[in-house]
């Protein structure tokens, strides 16, 4: 078997494809390419047996095939080659292949590509077709609050949630929680899943913004496909906790605020803050508000005046900086909103103004002020 390609288109193909590969497979096979030539088409395959990646490109080939090549080996080769046409040879007795440039020739030893693993295939036609933009922008505003405590498995992954042709994206750590929605999409059927942080992670990597990416999904997995590019990933088979019940309903508190000055000054106030709990203090009144921290150990204090707009009664409440600042750098509006209702009740964080065809929603919860 032998085909011919651009050096350099192949090593983007093998770039996107290789974040499917893990870095510690449990089969030595799993630290390979599956390439499979059909006719002038260039099939690339990696997986972790939990995520795969599977794209295409337009080669030159003789004949009908597959291999499956060592990637290390393989991308380092490309990355140190200038763009140019290269060869890659296949022994089908053996699995060898020879790759020819113009400055030479690489050998390297390849496997049957017959027993490199089956990738699961999506049945059925597409629950949700999305513009690959927005589900960027979507996994973008949630994927941060996800957890990384494997023994809460359902909390590391993101919810998707497909219903009354919305779908809601919900990431959750049980300190902070963002809920996402794309409205007035064409959805066929209802239904919830849990998908992996790393498959997600990935997808914002092969995703293009012109790309509409068609959702598929079974009892096990999840499929999004583009016109050149598939991933797969196996479900999170967990339970998702019921966030709606943690969303508080009465919250007589509001207060607006530019994003962009509250930010800054919780970055400079964050620093005086106690680095165990990154807690800053918001003393809010009609029209500013106080933000202060201090470090016992250290002497450390800091505190800044902000102006505001402020409806309800004075309210003191504690947050963690860190989750502050990171959800004002998702939002992206001039001016947000925060919804607050007592110093032991988590507070919603929103954007002043909505877009007509989503909506986000954050919540943090307070940090216990020490008295």
Excluded: W
């Amino acid at each position: 078997m032998r085909f011919s390609v651009s050096s350099s288109d192949l090593l983007k193909k093998l770039q996107v494809t290789g974040g499917a590969i893990g870095s510690n497979p449990v089969l030595p096979i799993l630290e390979d390419f599956l390439f499979t030539i059909k006719g002038n088409q260039l099939i690339i395959t990696a997986t972790d047996l939990e995520t795969a990646i599977t794209t295409q490109m337009d080669v030159e080939a003789d004949k009908d095939g597959s291999v499956a090549v060592p990637a290390k080996i393989l991308l380092e080769t490309l990355k140190a080659l200038p763009q140019q046409p290269i060869t890659v040879d296949v022994d089908e007795s053996n699995f060898n292949i020879e790759i020819t440039s113009s400055y030479g020739k690489y050998k390297l030893a390849g496997e049957n590509g017959e027993e490199f693993p089956t990738i699961p295939e999506a049945e059925g036609p597409a629950a949700l077709s999305i513009p690959g933009h927005k589900l960027t922008q979507g996994i973008n505003k949630t994927i941060f609050a996800t957890s990384n405590d494997e023994l809460r498995p359902a909390m590391t992954g993101v919810y998707f949630q497909l219903e009354n042709n919305e779908l809601t994206l919900v990431a959750t750590d049980a300190h902070k929680l963002v809920k996402y929605t794309f409205k007035e999409l064409d959805i066929t059927s209802g239904s919830s899943f849990i998908v992996p942080k790393k498959a997600l992670n990935l997808l914002k990597g092969i995703v293009g913004n012109s790309d509409l990416i068609e959702l598929k999904y079974n009892g096990s997995n999840v499929f999004f496909e583009s016109e050149h590019t598939k991933l797969s990933c196996r479900l999170i088979d967990e339970n998702y906790p019921n966030y709606r019940a943690v969303i508080p309903q009465n919250n007589p508190n509001n207060l607006h605020a530019n994003r962009q000055d509250l930010q800054n000054s919780l970055k400079r106030i964050a620093i005086y803050a106690n680095k165990t709990t990154n807690q800053v203090v918001l003393n809010i009144n009609n029209d500013d508000m106080n933000i202060s921290a201090q470090d016992l150990d250290f002497s450390n204090e800091a505190s800044e005046k902000l102006s505001c707009s402020y409806e309800g009664d004075p309210l003191t409440i504690g947050f963690n900086a860190k989750f502050l600042i990171e959800m004002l750098g998702v939002l992206e509006t001039d001016e947000i909103k925060m919804e607050l209702s007592s110093p032991t009740t988590a507070g919603i964080l929103l954007p002043a103004e909505e877009l007509e065809d989503e909506s986000i929603l954050m919540l943090v919860m307070p940090v216990m002020l020490s008295v």
